[in-house]
C-alpha cells in the first residue's frame, strides 16, 4: 500500500508545478485523495481533495482559483495543478488517501478528522521570488 509524490521543483514566482500521486496496493477508485502541505516547523495545512468517483472536489481558500486538483482512476495517479506561484506557497507537499470523504475534508479543514489511511512521502516545492 503506497502513495508516490512527484513532480515538485524550483520555480520563479508566477509560474506553475503539476505534482502527482501515484498509488499501489489499494483500490484506488475506492479512495478519496488529499492534497497537504507542510513548512518545517510549521503545522500541516490542508490544500484540496477530491472524492473518489462523483469527483467532489473542495479547496482551501488559500489556493482557490489558482491550485487545481484532478484524478485519472485508470492511472491511479491523482494531479495537483499549481498555477500563479507565490513564494508562500513553498513547501513539502503530500498526497493522502483514505475511503472516506468526510474525513479527508475534515482534515483539509484542519478539524478533527483521525489518522488518514495512506500517506505519501512528500514532494518539495520551492518558490523563489
Known amino acids: 500500500v503506497q502513495l508516490v509524490e512527484s513532480g515538485g521543483d524550483l520555480v520563479q514566482a508566477g509560474k506553475s508545478l503539476r505534482l502527482s500521486c501515484t498509488a499501489s496496493g489499494f483500490t484506488f477508485d475506492d479512495y478519496t485523495i488529499g492534497w497537504f502541505r507542510q513548512v518545517p516547523g510549521k503545522e500541516r495545512e490542508g490544500v484540496a481533495c477530491i472524492s473518489n468517483r462523483d469527483g467532489e472536489i473542495e479547496y482551501a481558500d488559500s489556493v482557490k482559483g489558482r491550485f487545481t486538483i484532478s484524478r485519472d482512476n485508470a492511472k491511479n495517479t491523482a494531479y495537483l495543478q499549481m498555477n500563479s506561484l507565490k513564494p508562500e506557497d513553498t513547501a513539502v507537499y503530500y498526497c493522502?488517501?483514505?475511503?472516506?470523504?468526510?474525513?479527508?475534508?475534515?482534515?483539509?479543514?484542519?478539524?478533527?478528522?483521525?489518522?488518514?489511511?495512506?500517506w505519501g512521502q512528500g514532494t518539495l516545492c520551492t518558490v523563489s521570488s
Open positions: 493522502a488517501a483514505d475511503r472516506s470523504f468526510p474525513r479527508v475534508y475534515a482534515a483539509i479543514l484542519s478539524l478533527p478528522a483521525g489518522h488518514l489511511e495512506v
